[in-house]
């Protein structure tokens, strides 16, 4: 099984735990929709149990999903009505003759194969159309000190650490904004980001990690050494912890004709 597999394991534990994404993030795509979309014909690559579906539900989109999970498919289903499912591999999945006005991926777009990810997803796309790439990234601030603390854990329990600290969010770029433009089929991209953070209880922080596939893969006795490590700490500190995220949005409108490369 590889890795981009395992978050079906438990769909539960993953719906229940991921967090959803920024509402001023759908505001930023929408604008770049246009007025003249009223209801946007939206595929989606990737949904898991549907955490950047919802919102666009809410909005009146209709909203097509190409998921390679069945068990976190199925919840996106359950909880969504309104949302029509495939149980597919998008770098597989034979296009529709349907075209669309938006082609959104969240936290799913780097499982993608690199050499046809972008075309692929151009060529679902009317002329205009948005290919919107959401990436969720892991920066400085909240509990800073528990976040210099953990890197001990990790390396006795896994042999990796993260060598220089977490990113500041100001310097996370965007490598979509490079593919983007190098593939000849898009305008300029836009980038927009938006930090915020959540607090855990220690429970919920170790359930958190159990939904993210580097964790998974581990051993048994790895992982429950790394567990028993991180419970630790946390609950030195008070019983909880504060993380950072950054969400980062990368969208252009396709071009109603390739660029010429050379």
């Given at each position: 099984m590889g890795l981009r597999e395992t978050f079906g394991e438990d769909a539960e534990l993953y719906d229940r735990v991921r967090p959803s994404y920024p509402v001023r993030l759908y505001d930023e795509i929408a604008r770049m929709?246009?007025?003249?979309?009223?209801?946007?014909?939206?595929?989606?690559?990737?949904?898991?149990?549907?955490?950047?579906?919802a919102p666009m539900i809410r909005r009146g989109w209709s909203v097509k999903a190409v998921e390679l999970s069945p068990t976190l498919g199925a919840v996106a289903r359950d909880k969504l009505?309104?949302?029509?499912?495939?149980?597919?591999?998008?770098?597989?999945?034979p296009l529709p003759a349907e075209?669309?006005?938006?082609?959104?991926?969240?936290?799913?777009?780097?499982?993608?194969?690199?050499?046809?990810?972008v075309a692929k997803a151009a060529d679902a796309l009317r002329p205009g159309g948005v290919l919107a790439v959401v990436s969720t990234h892991h920066v400085a601030g909240g509990s800073e000190q528990f976040w210099i603390d953990v890197q001990d854990c990790y390396e006795r329990f896994t042999g990796k650490t993260r060598s220089g600290g977490l990113p500041a969010g100001d310097t996370v770029s965007s490598p979509t904004a490079?593919?983007?433009?190098?593939?000849?089929?898009?305008?300029?991209?836009?980038?927009?980001?938006?930090e915020w953070e959540l607090t855990y209880t220690t429970a919920e922080y170790l359930d958190l990690l159990s939904s993210y596939s580097g964790h998974r893969a581990l051993t048994e006795q790895a992982?429950?050494?790394l567990y028993n490590c991180i419970r630790a700490l946390i609950d030195?500190?008070?019983?909880?912890?504060?993380?950072?995220?950054?969400?980062l949005l990368t969208a252009a409108n396709r071009l109603h004709q390739p660029l010429a490369l050379g």
């Open positions: 929709l246009g007025a003249p979309v009223a209801r946007p014909r939206v595929l989606e690559i990737g949904c898991g149990t549907g955490q950047a579906t009505p309104e949302l029509e499912v495939i149980v597919a591999d998008f770098d597989t999945w075209r669309f006005d938006l082609v959104l991926s969240a936290t799913a777009f780097h499982w993608l194969d690199p050499e046809t990810r490079d593919e983007l433009a190098v593939s000849g089929r898009f305008g300029p991209a836009n980038v927009w980001r938006h992982r429950d050494g030195a500190s008070g019983g909880s912890v504060t993380k950072r995220y950054l969400s």
